[in-house]
């Protein structure tokens, strides 16, 4: 919308408008993590027609969705990047719960077969 149609179906004039993006922008709210607690994660695919799948990762005991992927693969090496990812931000994670897949499984299992074979 543009602020004129903000003005018109909100009340308020565009010069009102004006002043409070201004404040809001010049102390606008920073976004930060909270990784001092472990976490648990539930890890859940939900296919969709053409092979389509979106992939979630909560932190249960946050009751937060960390990460999401769409994708028409779900593999284990998508997986695997993707716990990468959750813990390259700084998340401890201690514990998964999934549905048993094998894809979730391999990826979760993978870093540590790495670390065995080093």
Not at 46 to 73: G, P
Request: with cysteine; aromatic share 12%.
């Amino acid at each position: 919308m543009s602020l004129e149609e903000i003005s018109a179906s909100s009340g308020y004039s565009t010069r009102q408008l004006h002043r409070w993006f201004d404040e809001y922008l010049d102390s606008s709210p920073s976004w930060s993590i909270n990784t001092s607690q472990p976490i648990y994660l539930l890890i859940d695919g939900t296919y969709y027609s053409n092979d389509h799948c979106l992939i979630v990762y909560r932190a249960e005991n946050l009751k937060r969705t960390l990460f999401y992927r769409f994708t028409t693969r779900g593999d284990d090496d998508e997986i695997a990047v993707d716990l990468f990812s959750i813990r390259s931000l700084g998340y401890d994670v201690v514990g998964i719960t999934t549905h048993g897949g094998d894809d979730i499984i391999r990826a979760v299992l993978l870093p540590f077969i790495v670390r065995s074979l080093s």
